[in-house]
């Protein structure tokens, strides 16, 4: 926090004892206390500080001193407007107390809650990667849009603007804004405030909370995540047309590189990872559900522009006067001009705004193409092959034989090597991306073995990935050949049924050195693929050191054992819900007793397991996102055509009504079947075994959730009576 505030300007200095008296008897902070005040190096309008306590914080804003522009610095409107959305749940600091006691520090002020989280300064993001460069602006749009989407009545701000016409004052408000403020005369701004006025948008009567601010340096994100914690400065917020928002946001798309404005808010052109403003106003219209071809989209960034030249002539205006906010307020002076000019050029530009081909998840040609061979390959081969599949397996329920692979898998996967669908989820191989991969993953998941016909099979792609990253020369030849040609298969052995595996520091499961070997100790258990006769390997997570060590997550190391090692015992296949998996080769419980293997089979050295494991999980988690894609798909295909072909009582499924008892029917059964989840969650894999009782029990409330009439239709039934009701109440009153 501290590189985002300064020492109190000496301008904007107030008595500190005054204000610790107030807050004392308004916000329980204690005449004993030590408050520390800095101020925010950021913000040109209203003064802005980080009040200290030792156990809070707070944020107070206030007016500048001195004399004010008319109808600026209204911070009991930022109160208001904040307050109510704060009770809406949008995210806002929570406003703790408004004062209009100018005795306190001088001014009126009012006080809210520090929100922890990363303000970004600088627009372009340099200080991230490209793809939380995406992922930022990606939720930024979409706080937007939420903003945009609230009820003006609920949130009880209907009389907060004044509505319709907002285009048409905003320009005669920053055009007198401007006039009053200007230290010479600039011809383009007259020029451009005549066009405004004269090309107002016919769909200017649309009404919404506006920020009137809206840039990414007025948000405050999650300390980890791509998430909006915040959306500051109110200040200029008021009721109007909402996609003059969307047009400030996305202003700095549109400026040449070199304009002169603060650094922080360059132009955002060329800058790997910024969405582009088609996908930008894409994701912001699905959100509102309004169709993303937005009528003179020119207008709304000339105006946003014009707004901006006159938040600029006004800053240095506040220069001039001795009670600018910002240390460098001399140099918006250079930035009116060219921003008239930028201006007037978007003015006569045409934009025609809508979907495009491109997009934030687009594929390399290669990848569209491989897409493409695999759909194909899924629809002529696979996905005809899954009754023979299913019959071969309820065939050997009870057999052995259900632990090895149908032959007709085996021949699917002769042929898509054939045909160059192989190892497609290794960039260094196959030559697509993730992105690219991420579409396959999703058409693989339309089908239970679909991964394992391309070889891309989990756990052996993380496996083969480990090896690849991660493996020696050595290592590679013996097993990473065999598995990238599809010739052995693979486990991977981490969670343990003694600890809570949840957190990795935690695994138990022993290797210590002994000569030029390592001996194991320990068991593992949902070892998912351990079961097929062809696992030949396992890579295996043992504690190498103590656990008084300094760093948690430099006690693991990871390392290759051969099934066929004396000590590797298959204890058990562990089941999920009643299924023991044996199309993936099972879940198996494996204890490793004394099972001594070369030293060089440690991969990357002792101490480095956490390190591959980050590396493992990764692509990991991605292929899994997008099968479960797939699998959505899928069933929702399915509940389409039997909502749509199911005949019962003389209707479809589809057009039910159920009775008054629904209800009790859909809120009962899935209290129950929370519950149980969450009993689920708590006892991890061990939930899902049949060790316990829970999935059994689960089972049982799942079903609930279906005997007697599935859940959407007793919701139907209700929407359906509510709405008869309302009805019937709308019909009384008239």
């Keep these: 926090m501290e590189e985002l505030t300064t020492a109190v300007r000496q301008q904007h200095k107030f008595s500190v004892d005054r204000l610790q008296r107030y807050l004392s008897v308004k916000a329980r902070v204690s005449n004993n206390d030590t408050l520390t005040i800095r101020q925010y190096s950021a913000g040109q309008s209203n003064p802005t500080f980080l009040i200290q306590t030792p156990s809070n914080s707070y944020v107070l804003r206030k007016k500048p001193p001195g004399e004010l522009m ?188 070199g304009l002169p404005i603060v650094s922080t808010m360059g132009s955002l052109k060329g800058i790997e990872g910024i969405p582009t403003v088609d996908d930008l106003i894409s994701i912001y219209c699905r959100c509102r559900d309004i169709p993303s071809a937005l009528p003179q989209w020119n207008f709304y960034l000339a105006m946003s522009v014009f707004k901006m030249g006159g938040i600029a002539q006004g800053i240095y205006a506040r220069h001039l006067l001795g009670n600018a906010s910002a240390p460098n307020a001399a140099e918006f002076s250079q930035c009116v001009e060219p921003l008239a000019k930028v201006a007037l050029q978007l003015a006569h530009s045409r934009f025609v705004t809508g979907p495009t081909k491109d997009g934030l998840f687009l594929q390399t040609a290669k990848g569209q193409a491989v897409l493409q061979q695999v759909k194909d390959f899924m629809r002529q081969y696979v996905l005809p092959a899954q009754e023979d599949v299913a019959e071969y397996y309820s065939k050997h329920a009870r057999s052995p034989q259900r632990w090895h692979p149908p032959e007709i898998i085996e021949d699917l996967k002769v042929k898509a090597r054939e045909a160059g669908l192989w190892n497609l989820f290794l960039p260094s191989i196959s030559g697509l991306s993730q992105l690219d991969y991420a579409y396959i993953a999703e058409e693989t998941g339309h089908c239970l073995f679909a991964p394992e016909v391309f070889n891309c099979q989990a756990p052996d792609t993380g496996n ?36 809570a595996s949840s957190d990795a520091t935690n695994m138990e499961c022993s290797i210590r050195r002994d000569e030029d070997n390592y001996v194991i100790n320990g068991k593992k258990w949902w070892s998912s693929g351990a079961g097929n006769p062809q696992c030949k390997v396992a890579i295996v997570m043992c504690r190498s050191g103590p656990q008084n060590v300094s760093s948690r997550h430099g006690q693991h190391s990871m390392i290759l054992v051969p099934m066929d090692t004396p000590g590797v015992k298959l204890d058990r296949p562990l089941t999920v819900f009643g299924q023991d998996d044996a199309i993936h080769g099972g879940h198996f419980e494996v204890h490793f007793e004394n099972v001594r293997v070369p030293a060089s089979n440690i991969i990357l050295g002792e101490g480095r397991g956490f390190e591959i494991a980050q590396g493992r999980l990764g692509p990991g988690r991605l292929h899994h996102c997008m099968r479960a894609v797939g699998v959505a798909e899928l069933a929702l295909e399915l509940l389409c055509q039997r909502a749509t072909s199911r005949r019962t009582f003389g209707k479809k499924l589809y057009q039910h009504v159920c009775e008054h008892i629904a209800m009790i029917k859909v809120a009962a059964a899935r209290m129950a079947c929370k519950v149980v989840d969450c009993a689920i969650q708590v006892y991890g894999g061990a939930g899902v075994s049949g060790d316990v009782p829970l999935a059994q029990l689960y089972s049982y409330v799942r079903t609930l959730r279906i005997a007697d009439g599935p859940d959407e239709v007793h919701l139907s039934s209700i929407a359906h009576l509510e709405l008869r009701d309302q009805l019937k109440k709308a019909q009384a009153k008239l």
């Design 70 to 257: 008319p109808g600026a610095h209204k911070v009991d409107r930022e109160y208001r407007v904040q307050k109510a959305l704060f009770s809406a749940g949008f995210p806002v600091p929570q406003p703790l107390l408004h004062c209009t006691d100018v005795e306190i520090i001088g001014t009126e002020f009012y006080l809210m809650e520090h929100v922890r989280g990363r303000i970004f300064r600088d627009i372009r993001l340099p200080e991230v990667s490209p793809a939380e460069r995406t992922a930022l602006y990606v939720a930024a749009v979409e706080a937007l849009a939420k903003l945009h989407s609230l009820d003006l009545a609920s949130l009880n701000l209907e009389g907060y603007g004044k509505g319709s016409g907002y285009c048409k004052r905003q320009v005669s408000t920053w055009t007198k804004q401007y006039t009053a403020t200007a230290h010479r005369d600039i011809p383009a701004m007259n020029e451009l405030s005549d066009w405004l006025m004269k090309n107002l948008p016919a769909n200017d009567n649309e009404v919404t909370l506006v920020h009137g601010d809206f840039r990414l340096d007025n948000l405050i994100f999650h300390p980890k995540e791509a998430r909006v914690m915040a959306l500051l400065d109110w200040e200029l917020s008021t009721t109007g047309q909402p996609l003059a928002d969307l047009a400030y946001f996305l202003m700095p798309h549109y400026w040449p590189t």
């Design 464 to 499: 083969m990935e480990v090896l690849h990253m991660f493996g020696s020369e050595e290592q590679k030849r013996k097993w990473l050949e065999p598995l990238l040609r599809g010739e052995i298969r693979s486990c991977f052995c981490m969670t343990e049924p003694d600890v």
